[in-house]
């Protein structure tokens, strides 16, 4: 039998594919990783498709810069994933006019 999957990151289930909501909301609340569940200092990670970094919308939680460097190099990882960082961001949560109903992270200062 081969090694043992990588396990998946606080914020996510199932598989890199599937956020859980709940605990993207606790990261954004309680401002910790969404890959470790610890606290978060700065500066602030956050990893997303080219169009989410286009956008500077993100919809993955904020994460420590090696956290987010672990996370873009777990073999189920997209190999489009970016990590940009900044200083602070903003939770936004959807409203009824939105089609993608999913919370995003804006970052306020990117580094």
């Given at each position: 039998?081969?090694?043992?999957?990588?396990?998946?990151?606080?914020?996510?289930s199932g598989?890199?594919?599937?956020?859980?909501?709940?605990?993207?909301?606790?990261?954004?609340?309680?401002?910790?990783?969404?890959?470790?569940?610890?606290?978060?200092?700065?500066?602030?990670?956050?990893?997303?498709?080219p169009l989410?970094?286009?956008?500077?919308?993100?919809?993955?939680?904020?994460?420590?810069?090696?956290?987010?460097?672990?996370?873009?190099?777990?073999?189920?990882?997209d190999p489009?994933?970016?990590?940009?960082?900044?200083?602070?961001?903003?939770?936004?949560?959807?409203?009824?006019?939105?089609?993608?109903?999913?919370?995003?992270?804006?970052?306020?200062?990117?580094?």
């Open positions: 039998m081969g090694a043992a999957a990588d396990p998946l990151p606080f914020a996510w598989s890199l594919e599937t956020l859980d909501g709940k605990r993207v909301t606790q990261c954004a609340l309680s401002r910790i990783c969404g890959v470790c569940g610890q606290s978060l200092g700065r500066p602030i990670a956050f990893v997303g498709t989410e970094v286009g956008r500077n919308a993100f919809h993955a939680p904020p994460l420590h810069e090696s956290c987010a460097d672990t996370l873009v190099r777990m073999p189920a990882a489009s994933w970016e990590a940009v960082t900044t200083s602070g961001f903003e939770f936004v949560r959807p409203t009824r006019e939105d089609e993608d109903r999913r919370p995003t992270f804006q970052p306020n200062s990117l580094l």
